[in-house]
């Protein structure tokens, strides 16, 4: 991904947890996975994956609630990475999507 920031990270003796936000060509993409012990145990599974992406029309949404000059992409994410941090940034980043009518998918697989 291009402009690709951290949101999360965690590592511990049961789980892994990476979450990143950057760019795919035009589009915005969030992805996320946890893995280990404690995924297995809530899941059936080892690892749990999830994605969020706003596609090129509706990322002019997020120039223009940010202030941020379209095509600034680097600043954009920079700007959503400082509001969006920690274990939840998924489920957050959701609401201010769905908050600020920013049409987006979503996607999660175990």
Known sequence: MEFEKQ???????TIEIDIRLGFEGESLRLIGYDIGKAVEEAWGDSDYEYEITVNNDAVM???????INIGQKEKLVNK???TFSGNYVYSMFMKY????KVKYES????
């Open 7 to 13: 949101l999360f990270h965690l590592i511990n003796s």
């Open 61 to 67: 949404r997020l120039y223009e609630i940010n202030n």
């Open 80 to 82: 959503i990475a400082e």
């Open 97 to 100: 999507l769905d908050k600020n």
């Open 107 to 110: 996607f999660t697989w175990t």
